[in-house]
Structure formats: structure tokens, C-alpha cells
């Protein structure tokens, strides 16, 4: 007679589907199987498989904010952080290596904008001896900064800032006069990037049918300071509000199906025109040396 198991016998112990190796006795909530300890995920109501809770990520619908931006857990506004802190470091630079070594180099000057176009956007992150420049331009920033960067989402958020401190600069260049004072005039700050987030916060404000008064209230007064004030560039202020409002207009009245595009198509297209105006007025404007020699 051959030998048999005793019915009843010790049942195999059940193992991880992805650790065979690994006996597991907690099941995931979801489907059932068993997962070993390091294949569970915390649930609302005991664990989760790994493998069910990526499924469940990938079909999950993203939170979004009415334009689109996604509702991220972790909200801090990064890129608003980044940029505070580049143009701190900015200002620590001209303190410590001088204006020869970091600020010359790096400054909008009309006339050396046309070879060394880069100065455009470098030059909004560079801040006058005064404390009390930076410190202006910084708590502006933060004033709205934080909220259009969780309304547009980090990207498009940047775009705008950028863009609108390039337009700044080209708003100076193409408000000087060839061979005037202008021409030759050191520009610096972030005031058009900041002034390009007003003009969108404006819109988007109305957009989404939001009180906006004590932005307008600070533009205002910034505005008129720029006109009062000596040494104060007033028209990078105005080039970076009028090309923020635009921007912001893009982004705010996209199309729902297409606002992925738009987050794309219209900073470039702003960029482009901007980048355009300043090549033509280089191109119809005299050369350095047809200036010296009038």
C-alpha cells in the first residue's frame, strides 16, 4: 500500500505575487492577493498592493485649477522661491566681486544689447547698491508671485516672468534714442518681470471675477513712482505690464481642449515679437562707431 498525506495536512503559506520567496499573511484591500511588507501601501482602510495603487494613479483624474494648473499635494511655490533667491545670490555677487567683475557684465545697456542680447533677461536679476531696491522688488514678487504660480502651474508661471523681464529691457531700448544719454544707460532690476506679473494678475483677476483692488492700488502707485522718481526706469515697467497682461490674456482665454498649447504657443509668440521689435531696432539704428563720429 503506498503512503498518502493526511487529509488536513499544513496548508502552503501564501506568498507576495512579486516576492514568491516572501511568505505574506495581509492581503491588499483591493485585490486580494497577498503582499509581502514591502509591497504594501498604506489605505484608507487597511493596505494596498503597489500594483493597485499605481493603477489606481493612472486612472485617477487630476485635480486642476480653473486654468488648467494641477492641484499638486505639495503647493509651495517653488519657482516664485528659486527666483528670490537667484537674484539674492545676484545681489551678494555685486556686493562681494564688484561692478568690473559681476554687475558690467551682466547689466542692460541699449547699445550693447544688440551683440550681447543676453543682458535683456540677465539684467532683472541684478538689484542697485540700496537694500531697499531688491527689497521693493522682492516683496512685490512675493505679493503675487505665490498665487499666479498655483493658478498657472510652475511652468507657465516662469514663462511669463521671464518673458516679461526680457520685454522690459527691449521696452527701454525702444524708448532711447539712438546717441541720447538712454543709449548708454546701465538698466537693472526686476521691476518689468514683477510689473508683467501685475498686469496679469490683473487679468486673470477679471477672468476669474476676483477683487483685485489692492493690486491695483500698488500698480498704481508704482506706476506713478516710475514717472516721478529719479533714475527709475519707467519704461521697462511698462514694457513688462503691457507684455504680462498679453500673456496672461493667452493663458486666461485659452480654449479648455487646448490650453496645453497655449501654455506653449503664447509665450513663444511674445517672446518672438519682442525679440523681433529689438532686432529691427537695431537694425534701423546707427552703429556705435557712425555714433561717435557724427
Same mark, same amino acid.
Given at each position: 500500500?503506498?503512503?498518502?498525506? =493526511?487529509?488536513?495536512?499544513?496548508?502552503?503559506?501564501?506568498?507576495?505575487?512579486?516576492?514568491?520567496?516572501?511568505?505574506?499573511?495581509?492581503?491588499?484591500?483591493?485585490?486580494?492577493?497577498?503582499?509581502?511588507? &514591502?509591497?504594501?501601501?498604506?489605505?484608507?482602510?487597511?493596505?494596498?498592493?503597489?500594483?493597485?495603487?499605481?493603477?489606481?494613479?493612472?486612472?485617477?483624474?487630476?485635480?486642476?485649477?480653473?486654468?488648467?494648473?494641477?492641484?499638486?499635494?505639495?503647493?509651495?511655490?517653488?519657482?516664485?522661491?528659486?527666483?528670490?533667491?537667484?537674484? #539674492?545670490?545676484?545681489?551678494?555677487?555685486?556686493?562681494?566681486?564688484?561692478?568690473?567683475?559681476?554687475?558690467?557684465?551682466?547689466?542692460?545697456?541699449?547699445?550693447?544689447?544688440?551683440? &550681447?542680447?543676453?543682458?535683456?533677461?540677465?539684467?532683472?536679476?541684478?538689484?542697485?547698491?540700496?537694500?531697499?531696491?531688491?527689497?521693493?522688488?522682492?516683496?512685490?514678487?512675493?505679493?503675487?508671485?505665490?498665487?499666479?504660480?498655483?493658478?498657472?502651474?510652475?511652468?507657465?508661471?516662469?514663462?511669463?516672468?521671464?518673458?516679461?523681464?526680457?520685454?522690459?529691457?527691449?521696452?527701454?531700448?525702444?524708448?532711447?534714442?539712438?546717441?541720447?544719454?538712454?543709449?548708454?544707460?546701465?538698466?537693472?532690476?526686476?521691476?518689468? =518681470?514683477?510689473?508683467?506679473?501685475?498686469?496679469?494678475?490683473?487679468?486673470?483677476?477679471?477672468?476669474?471675477?476676483?477683487?483685485?483692488?489692492?493690486?491695483?492700488?500698488?500698480?498704481?502707485?508704482?506706476?506713478?513712482?516710475?514717472?516721478?522718481?529719479?533714475?527709475?526706469?519707467?519704461?521697462?515697467?511698462?514694457?513688462?505690464?503691457?507684455?504680462?497682461?498679453?500673456?496672461? =490674456?493667452?493663458?486666461?482665454? #485659452?480654449?479648455?481642449?487646448?490650453?496645453?498649447?497655449?501654455?506653449?504657443?503664447?509665450?513663444?509668440? =511674445?517672446?518672438?515679437?519682442?525679440?523681433?521689435?529689438?532686432?529691427?531696432?537695431?537694425?534701423?539704428?546707427?552703429?556705435?562707431? &557712425?555714433?561717435?563720429?557724427?
Amino acid at each position: 500500500m503506498s503512503a498518502t498525506d =493526511a487529509p488536513g495536512g499544513p496548508a502552503a503559506a501564501p506568498s507576495c505575487p512579486r516576492h514568491p520567496d516572501r511568505p505574506s499573511y495581509v492581503r491588499c484591500q483591493r485585490c486580494e492577493r497577498p503582499t509581502c511588507p &514591502e509591497c504594501q501601501r498604506p489605505a484608507a482602510v487597511g493596505v494596498q498592493c503597489v500594483d493597485c495603487v499605481a493603477e489606481q494613479a493612472r486612472t485617477m483624474r487630476q485635480h486642476r485649477t480653473v486654468l488648467g494648473a494641477p492641484v499638486r499635494a505639495d503647493d509651495r511655490p517653488y519657482v516664485t522661491l528659486t527666483l528670490i533667491g537667484l537674484c #539674492a545670490l545676484s545681489w551678494l555677487a555685486q556686493r562681494v566681486i564688484g561692478w568690473d567683475g559681476w554687475t558690467s557684465t551682466l547689466v542692460f545697456v541699449p547699445y550693447l544689447g544688440e551683440t &550681447e542680447p543676453y543682458r535683456a533677461l540677465t539684467a532683472a536679476f541684478l538689484h542697485s547698491e540700496s537694500p531697499f531696491h531688491i527689497l521693493l522688488n522682492m516683496y512685490a514678487l512675493w505679493i503675487v508671485g505665490p498665487q499666479l504660480e498655483r493658478v498657472l502651474g510652475r511652468a507657465r508661471f516662469a514663462a511669463l516672468y521671464l518673458v516679461s523681464a526680457v520685454a522690459g529691457s527691449v521696452a527701454f531700448l525702444l524708448l532711447a534714442a539712438p546717441g541720447s544719454e538712454a543709449w548708454f544707460t546701465p538698466v537693472l532690476g526686476a521691476s518689468g =518681470a514683477v510689473f508683467g506679473l501685475f498686469g496679469a494678475f490683473a487679468v486673470i483677476s477679471r477672468r476669474l471675477d476676483r477683487r483685485a483692488s489692492g493690486i491695483y492700488s500698488l500698480l498704481a502707485i508704482n506706476l506713478v513712482i516710475g514717472f516721478v522718481l529719479p533714475n527709475i526706469a519707467w519704461q521697462s515697467h511698462l514694457g513688462g505690464l503691457v507684455v504680462g497682461a498679453a500673456i496672461a =490674456a493667452g493663458f486666461a482665454y #485659452a480654449p479648455r481642449e487646448r490650453r496645453r498649447a497655449w501654455g506653449v504657443v503664447v509665450p513663444a509668440l =511674445a517672446l518672438g515679437l519682442v525679440v523681433g521689435a529689438a532686432a529691427l531696432r537695431y537694425a534701423t539704428a546707427p552703429s556705435v562707431v &557712425e555714433l561717435l563720429f557724427r
